[in-house]
């Protein structure tokens, strides 16, 4: 827990704050901003005020240095070869030496980027090595990934579920591969007025041919083909319509359904491909656990963060703690 003041004398103008005993100096922390503006901010990033990424900076430095501290309870080490590899790797084929002179010239210290480097790779580490103890401890119910699957079936189907954050993500996931698997083979007639719909119904009740009617009747482009649309994946089409689609047997035609003040149209569920369960228990099984674990490590950090003893010097810094 955050503990505001400072009783020290002449090293409050260099400390900016201390972790657990660890000190990060001034200096550090805005070595560490502009490492930040170099790897971290692109054009695509929301421009940032200066205490806004003095804010991100401050928290990631903590974090790096609780599970520094926590990695070195566990005997957990980074090599000098592994920072170096690391290091280089960010040099994106630009020469070494040209890359490390061109850092230079940005006013970026070398050697606490390398600190830097050390400190995320023992974090990654420290994450990998709690992220396998979590393991054992978690288990996915077979009821949580039945639910799961339905809520997905749900949201392909224009049923909701929107609202459902992970039902959402994992659809963006898989999203072509659950598109391929979803899917609908409609015929269609489209007339201009809503009795010549029910007229056309009628026929088919009456055992008339879907395709020769689409054929002689209907206005839209697949006409001349019985108002065959072919395969299409069920996401593609509007919620709406995708309710009622789904509400069919392989076979059956829906009622008419209103396109604008003037058309309407019916539709023909010919065929459907529909998601297997046991084909996609193993994928949601998975993605449940790696949610698990997520979840599981977010409050470990909180943990860690709330049990610490982080002394903030700097006023500045204080007053953005606060806020």
Known sequence: MPVNGYSGIGIVDEVAFSINGSIVTKKQLE???????EFNLNKKTPSLSYKDIEKIVFNKIVQEYLLQQEAKKQNITVSSQEVQVSLESLSRGI??????????????D???????????LLAEKMMKWKAEKLQDEIKIEDTRVREFFNSLKEYIEGKGGEENKSVVQFYTIYQQQLNEEEKVWLAQIIVDSRKKAEEIIHKITKGQSFSNLATLFSLGPNAKKGGDLGWVNLPQIQPSLRVIITKLKEGEVTPPIKIDDT???????????QLIYQKWESKVRGYLFHREIVKRLDEW???LKEESFIQIID???E????N
């Open 263 to 273: 058309y309407y149209r019916i539709l023909k569920l010919k065929a459907r491909k």
């Open 319 to 322: 007053k953005e703690w606060k």
């Open 95 to 108: 020469p070494f030496d040209t890359f490390i002179h061109n850092l230079r010239e940005k006013g970026i």
């Open 315 to 317: 006023k500045d810094l």
């Open 110 to 120: 070398i050697e606490e980027l390398r600190e830097k480097i050390k400190r995320e």
């Open 301 to 303: 950090l909180k943990e």
């Open 31 to 37: 070595e560490n901003i502009r490492i930040f503006k």
